[in-house]
């Protein structure tokens, strides 16, 4: 983990171990715990936005991931997915910590691969995010780049006299 | 009255058969005589008198003179000694041939075969083999000491084998190596292979066909000894059998058998396979250090909060891994629509 946080400067991942009991739902925990949780070993300058939190209950033997909105525009519930199947035949027979390095290797190997092709196309990730349009702006725009046709601009059509 | 008579006369008789006769008396001037005179047959035992005890402490020790040095020169030479005319021939110089026979042991067609044979033999190896022939109760004087002329004649040039071949008894013979190869054959080694040569050796009962299978077998030896010392001997000479059945002294049969040369190509190509295997393995190497070397920054973009979380609202993906017969894939909790983006 904390190799990951060499390679990967602006980020932290921490990963949580045990039972949520009552709290049917991992998603729930693990939105409400990356919003309100406090990480001591974490440094002032990796905020809760650029955390990856793995939450795994081995007594309903379920495991989520939540990841902070740094990460909003470059991961995809699918990267998530595929992240914690690397871990899932470990975690099957109870060995946590090696599921988790693989996990982490899955995640890392993901991670620097989006980070090269959002070097190449920056543009195409910022518009995943980009506030929505309004649809009277868009209407106002349409009508102002319009304006009316001019005779002169129609084309002669010559046709022939029957 | 009769019988009276006779039962006494018997009784008489008997009594007279019981009691031993007297000794003779000697006459007491005859004896003084005799005595003047020297000796008396007899006369201490036919006596009364009582033998008078010897006095062991009036014996003088005999005095035996101490052989001189010449004596025990002349009493330690043995006669079956090797002769001092031929040490010269023997142990002098390095022999031109390989085989040393200066007593002539061996008639001169003998010795023209094991020269064949050794020279073949010298020929196909790269270890010689000098063969010194003695006679079979013969003794090398103790003046000579084996080791010190192997060392003496063998240490420079080509190494060599050296037997001291005892005609006939093939059992005493023994084996000395050059210097050069006695630490990469061990004696243990050497000493197999001068017991399987003597067992060779006693197959025949003739002395010259007796060193002539000693020869043979000492060859096929040597031929592992080489082996050995290129370093490409694979097994131990204990593994060897006693002899190739297809290899005999007659039909002089190269003891060496043809290496395997790996042709020019191969070599060629085994370089340009391990040139290029550590060119993969350099490339590798750097690519790991880069890796590990390397930072990856994601550009931030201002992204509108959702659901109320001022940090995150990545919600990603639920696997459940209760039960090992279902793929990770079939145990996805799908996420809820109302929690995606709009």
């Given amino acids: 983990m904390e190799r990951f946080g060499v390679s990967f400067p602006q980020m932290f991942v921490s990963v949580y171990t045990g039972s949520l009991g009552e709290i049917s739902n991992l998603r729930q925990f693990g939105f409400w715990l990356l919003n309100r949780g406090v990480f001591e070993d974490v440094g002032v300058e990796k905020p809760n936005e650029a955390g990856i939190l793995i939450v795994i209950d081995p007594d309903s033997k379920a495991a989520g991931m939540t990841f902070g909105y740094l990460l909003d525009p470059f991961f995809e519930e699918q990267d998530t997915f595929d992240c914690l199947s690397r871990a899932h035949a470990h975690w099957l027979e109870g060995l946590y910590c090696e599921g988790i390095l693989r996990s982490l290797r899955h995640l890392r190997k993901v991670l620097s691969k989006r980070c090269r092709q959002v070097r190449r196309d920056p543009e195409k990730y910022e518009r995943k995010v980009a506030t929505p349009v309004a649809v009277g702006d868009l209407v106002r725009k349409i009508r102002g780049e319009h304006r009316p046709v001019v005779a002169s601009d129609v084309p002669k059509e010559e046709g022939v006299e029957p | ?342």
């Fill in chain 2, 1 to 342: 009255m009769k019988w009276v008579l006779f039962t006494l006369l018997l009784g008489s008789h008997f009594a007279t058969a019981i009691t031993e006769p007297p000794l003779p008396l000697w006459d007491a001037e005859d004896r003084k005589n005799m005595i003047a005179e020297g000796w008396i047959a007899g006369g201490s035992l036919f006596t009364y008198e009582t033998l008078p005890l010897e006095d062991s402490t009036d014996e003088t020790p005999l005095y035996v003179e101490e052989p001189t040095a010449e004596e025990l020169a002349v009493s330690g030479e043995d006669e079956n000694e090797v002769s001092e005319e031929y040490l010269t021939a023997y142990f002098a110089d390095k022999p031109a041939g390989h085989l040393v026979d200066p007593q002539d042991l061996l008639s001169t067609r003998e010795q023209k075969d094991l020269e064949a044979f050794l020279d073949y033999h010298a020929g196909d190896s790269s270890i010689d083999m000098y063969v010194y022939v003695f006679g079979a109760d013969q003794q090398i004087p103790s003046d000579v000491r084996e080791e010190e002329v192997v060392e003496r004649l063998y240490s420079v040039g080509k190494p060599a084998v050296v037997t001291y071949y005892y005609l006939g008894a093939p059992q005493r013979s023994t084996v000395y190596l050059s210097p050069v190869i006695t630490d990469t054959v061990s004696a243990a080694e050497q000493r197999r292979a001068l017991e399987s040569s003597v067992m060779q050796a006693f197959g025949s009962a003739k002395a010259f066909e007796q060193v002539e299978a000693f020869l043979v077998q000492m060859s096929i030896r040597i031929y592992w000894m080489d082996r050995m010392t290129a370093g490409t001997a694979v097994e131990t000479m204990e593994k060897i059998p006693h002899s190739d059945g297809a290899r005999g002294f007659h039909n002089k049969k190269p003891p060496v058998q043809k290496r395997f040369k790996i042709p020019v190509w191969g070599k060629m190509a085994a370089a340009v396979v391990v040139a290029a295997g550590g060119g993969i393995l350099v490339l590798w190497s750097a690519l790991m250090w880069w890796r590990g070397r390397v930072r990856y920054r994601f550009a931030e973009f201002d992204v509108e909060p959702r659901l109320g979380g001022s940090h995150a609202a990545g919600i990603g993906a639920v696997i459940s891994f209760a039960s090992p017969a279902i793929p990770p894939a079939m145990q996805r909790n799908q996420v809820p629509d109302y929690m995606r983006r709009a």
